[in-house]
Structure formats: C-alpha cells, structure tokens
Nanobody, 124 residues
C-alpha cells in the first residue's frame, strides 16, 4: 500500500508554467512506476507522462511532448511534473499514479494507487 499526496497546480495564463509534485508514503517508492494523468470535464482520463522505477526512461502523451517533463526527485519520495508553455486545453484535474508491477504505461487502469487530484486551469 502506498499513499500519494499531490501539491502544486492552480491558475496560470497561457504560455506560463506550473510544477506539480506527488509525494509517496513508502520508502520503497523507487520500486514504483509513476505516471501522471489528467481529466477535463466531460472527457476521459488522458495519459500525460510516465517514468520508470529508475527514472531512466520517460514517456509522454502526444499532446504534451516537448512541453512537459516528468522527473523523480533526487532526495525523498517525490515525482514532479514540470509543465511549460501551458495552453487552455491543458486545463484539467491532474492525478499522479503509482504501480509496482508494471513499467511505464499509458493505460490508467494498470495503476493501483492514485493521488487526490489537483486542478490546473490555464486562461487564454
């Protein structure tokens, strides 16, 4: 069992940046694949990014490639999502997710553990 606590998010103008954080409760955090997903009102949950247990491999959804960066903190049980060049269409609730059994995956149903979600709103 692992608990994920998210922080960051908020309101930003188009073109701006935000960083989301996701802190895990377990010391074995490094054995978990981590992912970020988002869900806008009336839309399905969308894959944003995922990172391997070691942090050596990262994958991104097509809509965020080149703008978002997922990373694991060098100290502590934290994963980050750095979001640059934000667009109004990035507006959504963002969720971090973790799973110990899989490699980086864009399939939300493969992740067992989820953060509480955090709102990101990008104004035009």
């Amino acid at each position: 069992q692992v608990e994920l606590a998210q922080s960051g998010g908020g309101l930003v103008q188009a073109g701006g940046s935000l960083r989301l954080s996701c802190a895990a409760s377990r010391r074995t955090f490094s054995s978990y694949t981590m992912g970020w997903f988002r869900q806008a009102p009336g839309k399905e949950r969308e894959f944003v990014a995922a990172i391997s247990q070691s942090g050596g491999s990262a994958y991104y959804g097509d809509s965020v490639k080149g703008r978002f960066t997922i990373s694991r903190g060098s100290v502590g049980n934290v994963v980050y999502l750095q979001m640059n060049s934000l667009k109004p269409e990035d507006t959504a609730v963002y969720y971090c997710a973790a799973d110990q059994r899989i490699g980086p995956s864009p399939a939300y149903f493969e992740y067992d553990y989820w953060g509480q979600g955090t709102q990101v709103t990008v104004s035009s």
